[in-house]
Structures are given as structure tokens and as C-alpha cells.
């Protein structure tokens, strides 16, 4: 049967399961925050309904800070567990970073900066709300006759609204991809802000009104010569622009190209000279084992001379595997199911938030990937197939009750190759939907930032030819043309895969208990869960 089995679960438990936990400890940490505009109301009357509510996003496994409340002609916002790296002015507030500078940030209506952020802004006249290039940094939204909410958190949202109205059309998304799906949510209410865009609040008709900047893959005529050039030039002042304390930021390091050629380009004297202090995670003993992503970056570290901590991810034997799924579903809003890395109950993230750790900087990049064999392997990887393209799940009468289609605008257009299909959905589809899926898993705990998802490396990769964006060509001609490139590429990842994830005996056991929960009734039909259950094997 082929489910996205988590996904499954993720969908019992949204529906039937919410706890107060408490918070014991005060340090730094990424924040998520809730916006609020009330039409009607005195903005400080919601004071202490919106501190609950932020109280309540905080991570049960850490101590957080206090929440802050921020309040000015006629909106309020609170953040949970705030971050000195995000910058407020006011009732405006940058929720991410800026690459560069920030001329008029805080105006409704200017220009779209460089960076990872989402940015509120506002005036006597409106509120707007902008996204990113690649809308790293999800933000939720909804608005009533009373009301106009905005919030890195669906269930902070719901929460404000004292009632959950359950979505439906997540159920197939779900079910296929371990994915909410295109623009869904879990509450009907909700939506979220397309990448690139603009999102106003006309204050005084009490209108919402959206832009989007259209997405244009326009392969240029250069040379490849040319072209690298620019690519470098381009590369090269985005990160002259980065300017991080060392001290307070950790980067990420696997054993492929990605998080390497960010490691060779972050500002420092040469290449021998890295300032930033580096972190892999995996299984348990991942990085003496030659040819994966653990052992590699161990061996370029003690070569660079870097400091290096790898942490393991192995099922923490601290807690329940109740405790660790429980944290994982209200830590990212049940978003998605990529559980691999967090096993270990985010005893990782709580490690680096209680050392002062600001942020981390990751490699995640738009620079093209593998030939696929067919359309359907493409929608697959990206996380858009449906019931109907699985044989032993088409025939399902669950599965036709519902309308989902393909979205029109993802489908592939006149005359686009497969290699740019493929390219315009991971960067309009892949990254706002499971990139800042993976993001806002971490946000309580501490800031992310991926310089080369930056707004102009991003416009200039959409000019490159297929032949240069394909397996990545360009950038891993730029990695090697760092004095370091010798080292090898790991061949295997060090998280454990989720084939194996779900083969334990006793996360078997809770997806038998979540399947025949009455929230699973609730969401699913009878025959439909028995014929699950039944299909349901443990093997080695």
C-alpha cells in the first residue's frame, strides 16, 4: 500500500491531540510570531490572550525567554521566544534577514530587498506583508469582519480563533506526498502567501489585496565562459554582504557541494582561514563510516582546521517516542513528515539554544538537479502526486471523494523543457512548501539563513541554459575552483531512512494505535483503515 504513513499520522494527530506544556529556562532563540489587527478593538485588550498564545508555541524541552509584546496604532504582535537577530521598529518587524542593505524596509510599498524573511510593515492607511523570492519563511493569514491575523504558525492562528475548522483537501496531499499540498492548511480559514509577493490590508475599506511578481526562467545567449563569470560575480557579492557573528552561528555540513561551496565563500581571509565553527548530524557512529554525508565533513574539517560537533539523531532513550512525536507535530505544525532528523526529541536544537546559539546557516540552493525519467518521477520527488497516480490507490472510494487536481499552474508549459519544469517547480513549489516546512520545525529555537537562496543568485540562475543548471553544473564548476576542492562527495546520507524509521517495533505499535484512534475515524473510513492495518508488515 503506498502511504506516506506519517503523513497519516500527522493527520490523526492534528486532529485529535493538543497539550499545555511549560516552558523552564530563559535563553536566545528564533521566534515565531502572531500579528494581529483588530478593526474594532483596542489593540492592548489582546495583550494577554496573544502572550498565551505565544507562551503556548514554545518548545516543551527548553526554558524560553519571556514573550514580547509590541503594540501601536491599532496592531499588536507578539513573538514567541524572540531572537535579537530580527529587527523591529515599532510595529514593524523584519522576521528573517536582509542580505545587504535595508533602505526604507519598513515603508509599505518599497521595493523587495535581498534575503530569507518575511517582512511586516505598516502605516496609518495599510499593513503589508512581504515574502522572499522563494518564500523561505512561511506566513499564514486570515481575516473576518473583525479581524485581520497573520502568523508563522497555523496553530497560533486557530488558537486566536478559539475554534479549528479541519480541511479536508489535505487528506490526499497528505496521504501521497507527507505534505499539506499546494497553498493548503490545516484549518479551511487559512492561507498562505505566495512567494515574491505582497499581501495589503486597505485599513479603512478593510480589503486585502495580493501581488505577485511572476516567475521567468529566461535561458540567456552568453557563453558558459560568460556565464560562470556572472555566476561567480553574483555569488561572490552576495556574500560580501553576510555579516554574522561567528561566534553566535553554526553551518551545517554535509559531504556534497552544497553546504562546501558555502563554507569556501562565507567573508574570511582565504580558505585556510575559516572563522565559523561547523555541525553535522546523523545516526550514532555515522561519521566513521567511509563514503557518507558525516564522514566526509568530518575529514574536511580536521583538514581545514575547523571546529566540528556531530550529533547523533538516534530515537532519544530520554523520553517517550509519544513525548518526541508529540513535540515534532507542535514544533512544525504537522507540516510534514521528514521525522528522520529529529528523532532524538530536538535534543540537537536544544542543545545549540542553550549555548547561545543565534542561527545556523545552511547550503540549500536552486542550482538544478538530476535528469528525470518521466513527468510522474518529477512530481513525486517534488511532492505533487496525487492518490489517482498510484495504482493500488486510484480504485479507492475514499480517495474519490475528493477534488483535488493538479494545480493549472504547475503544470508543465508550451514549449518548457523538462529541465526547466523541473527547476520552476522546486523553487515555486519545493522550497516555500518543504523547505520552510524543515525551517519552521527549528524556528523556536534558533534562526536559519541560505545565502544562496539569496534574490539576486536566484534571478541569475534563472538565466543560465539546462545544460549549466543541470546536476548542478555551474555551481559545482564554482566549488572547484576553491583550492579545497579535492576532498571527495559522500555518496550516502547519515540520517536514517524512513523505510527503516518505520520498521521499529515500537513506532509500529504507535501507528497501529493512532489508526484505530477515534480521530482516525473521524478523518478516515472504517474499511479503508482495517484494509491499512491489514497490510501492515514488520521485516528486517
Same mark, same amino acid.
Given at each position: 500500500m503506498k502511504f506516506k504513513i506519517f503523513g497519516v499520522i500527522c493527520l490523526v494527530f492534528k486532529s485529535g491531540r493538543e497539550k499545555n506544556l511549560e516552558n523552564k529556562k530563559i535563553k536566545k532563540s528564533m521566534s515565531k510570531i502572531i500579528y494581529v489587527v483588530p478593526r474594532n478593538l483596542e489593540a492592548d485588550s489582546l495583550a494577554e490572550k496573544i502572550k498565551s498564545i505565544c507562551d503556548s508555541l514554545n518548545p516543551d524541552n527548553i526554558i524560553a525567554k519571556p514573550t514580547e509584546i509590541r503594540k501601536g496604532e491599532g496592531i499588536i504582535f507578539g513573538l514567541s521566544n524572540p531572537n535579537e537577530t530580527i529587527l523591529r521598529e515599532n510595529t514593524n518587524i523584519i522576521f528573517g534577514q536582509i542580505f545587504g542593505n535595508k533602505p526604507e524596509?519598513?515603508?509599505?510599498?518599497?521595493? @523587495?530587498?535581498?534575503?530569507? *524573511? &518575511?517582512?511586516?510593515? /505598516?502605516?496609518?492607511e495599510s499593513i503589508e506583508i512581504i515574502t522572499d523570492i522563494l518564500g523561505t519563511k512561511a506566513i499564514w493569514y486570515y481575516q473576518d469582519e473583525e479581524f485581520? $491575523? &497573520? /502568523?508563522? /504558525?497555523? @496553530? &497560533? $492562528?486557530? !488558537?486566536?480563533?478559539? !475554534? +479549528?475548522? +479541519?480541511?479536508? #483537501?489535505?487528506?490526499?496531499w497528505m496521504v501521497s506526498n507527507g505534505l499539506l499540498g499546494p497553498g493548503q492548511s490545516w484549518d479551511k480559514r487559512l492561507s498562505l502567501i505566495p512567494p515574491d509577493s505582497s499581501l495589503r490590508l486597505? @485599513?479603512?475599506a478593510w480589503q486585502l489585496s495580493m501581488t505577485s511578481d511572476k516567475v521567468n526562467f529566461k535561458p540567456n545567449k552568453k557563453t558558459d565562459k560568460e556565464n560562470f563569470a556572472l555566476f561567480k560575480d553574483t555569488l561572490n557579492n552576495v556574500f560580501k554582504d553576510l555579516t554574522f557573528d561567528y561566534s553566535q552561528w553554526k553551518l551545517t555540513l554535509s559531504g556534497g557541494y552544497d553546504s562546501r561551496g558555502v563554507l569556501f565563500a562565507l567573508p574570511k581571509k582565504d580558505t585556510h582561514n575559516i572563522k565559523i565553527d561547523t555541525i553535522t548530524w546523523g545516526l550514532k557512529g555515522a561519521e566513521n563510516r567511509s563514503g557518507n554525508d558525516a564522514y566526509i565533513a568530518k575529514k574536511i574539517t580536521q583538514k581545514l582546521g575547523i571546529h566540528h560537533k556531530y550529533y547523533s539523531t538516534n530515537i532519544s532513550?530520554? #523520553?517517550?517516542?509519544?513525548?518526541?512525536?508529540?513535540? *515534532?507535530? !507542535?514544533? %512544525?505544525? %504537522?507540516?510534514?513528515?521528514?521525522? %528522520?532528523? *529529529?528523532?532524538?526529541?530536538?535534543? $540537537?536544537? !536544544?542543545?545549540?539554544?542553550? /549555548?547561545n546559539i543565534q542561527g545556523i546557516i545552511r547550503g540549500d540552493e536552486v542550482f538544478g538537479s538530476y535528469d528525470f525519467v518521466s513527468e510522474f518521477h518529477l512530481k513525486k520527488f517534488i511532492g505533487?502526486?496525487?492518490?489517482k497516480d498510484y495504482v493500488n490507490l486510484k480504485n479507492i472510494e475514499f480517495f474519490q471523494n475528493f477534488d483535488s487536481v493538479f494545480p493549472e499552474k504547475f503544470e508543465r508549459r508550451k514549449n518548457e523543457t523538462l529541465a526547466l519544469w523541473r527547476d520552476r517547480l522546486y523553487q515555486t513549489y519545493y522550497i516555500p512548501n518543504t523547505l520552510s516546512a524543515l525551517e519552521n520545525l527549528k524556528q523556536s529555537y534558533l534562526e536559519q539563513v541560505n545565502p544562496l537562496l539569496s534574490r539576486r543568485i536566484v534571478e541569475t540562475i534563472r538565466q543560465m541554459p539546462d545544460h549549466l543548471r543541470t546536476e548542478k553544473g555551474i555551481f559545482k564548476k564554482y566549488v572547484n575552483s576553491f583550492d579545497n576542492h579535492s576532498f571527495k562527495y559522500a555518496k550516502a546520507s547519515a540520517i536514517e531512512p524512513m523505510k527503516d524509521i518505520f520498521r521499529q517495533p515500537a513506532l509500529v505499535e504507535i501507528v497501529k494505535e493512532e489508526l484505530n484512534s477515534s480521530s482516525a475515524l473521524s478523518i478516515?473510513?472504517?474499511?479503508?483503515?482495517s484494509h491499512v492495518q491489514s497490510k501492515i508488515q514488520i521485516s528486517s
Open positions: 524596509w519598513n515603508v509599505p510599498g518599497w521595493t @523587495r530587498p535581498d534575503g530569507n *524573511y &518575511a517582512i511586516f510593515r /505598516s502605516s496609518s485581520f $491575523i &497573520a /502568523s508563522s /504558525s497555523q @496553530r &497560533a $492562528i486557530i !488558537k486566536f480563533l478559539g !475554534k +479549528f475548522d +479541519f480541511n479536508p #483537501e489535505v487528506i490526499p486597505d @485599513r479603512d532513550t530520554d #523520553e517517550s517516542l509519544h513525548t518526541v512525536l508529540d513535540r *515534532y507535530l !507542535k514544533n %512544525g505544525d %504537522g507540516r510534514i513528515d521528514h521525522l %528522520g532528523g *529529529y528523532l532524538d526529541g530536538f535534543s $540537537i536544537w !536544544k542543545f545549540l539554544y542553550e /549555548s505533487l502526486s496525487l492518490p478516515f473510513e472504517s474499511n479503508l483503515l
